[in-house]
């Protein structure tokens, strides 16, 4: 078909596929994260598809699973803040940065951050510290570089209010 881009997608579908898998992903991950932040307890999978024809097209970015059934390629960022989020509790949000909002997660012996920047907002801050950053897929992000447009995690080996602490110091 003379589809020339990498991946999968990209080389056997009879269409060119014009979708940006991260800016789809990065709208689950906020969606799932905004609801544990209300007291949300669980999300189920399964009710995280969209069919264009019934639900129209405003909710063409809530999927999860395809309308084949099987997982969409932006489920990886899914299954990333499931990974750091899994047995933890929402404790609090804060705006480290205009633009930036982060939202705490606690576990046992362990905090979270959950950084998601506004659109157009936020891409310049630069987390303190040498605290490990992950990007919406889980890689690992270079120290010293700034929080971008797409949520990214932040891991700390400590307590929620020492991340805040770290996060936005008085």
């Known amino acids: 078909?003379?589809?020339s881009g990498p991946g999968f997608y990209r080389r056997l579908l009879p269409f060119t596929d014009t979708e940006n898998y991260s800016f789809t992903g990065d709208r689950i991950v906020r969606h799932v994260v905004s609801l544990l932040a209300q007291g949300v307890g669980k999300v189920f999978l399964y009710s995280m598809h969209s069919h264009e024809s019934i639900a129209g097209p405003e909710?063409?970015?809530r999927v999860i699973l395809g309308e084949d059934g099987y997982l969409h390629p932006s489920a990886a960022a899914h299954s990333t803040m499931a990974w750091f989020l899994e047995d933890t509790r929402?404790?609090?949000r804060i705006e480290p940065a205009p633009g930036l909002t982060a939202f705490i997660f606690e576990g046992s012996g362990r905090s979270v951050a959950v950084l998601a920047p506004k659109q157009?907002?936020?891409?310049?801050w630069t987390p303190p510290g040498d605290t490990p950053r992950f990007d919406l897929y889980g890689n690992s992000v270079q120290p010293?570089?700034?929080a971008g447009r797409y949520v990214s995690y932040l891991e700390h080996p400590g307590d929620a209010p020492s991340l805040v602490a770290l996060l936005k110091p008085e």
Do not use: C, E, M, T
Not at 120 to 124: H, K, V
């Open 1 to 3: 078909y003379g589809l």
């Open 59 to 61: 909710n063409v970015w």
């Open 90 to 92: 929402f404790v609090s």
């Open 120 to 124: 157009g907002s936020g891409a310049d």
């Open 144 to 146: 010293g570089a700034a």
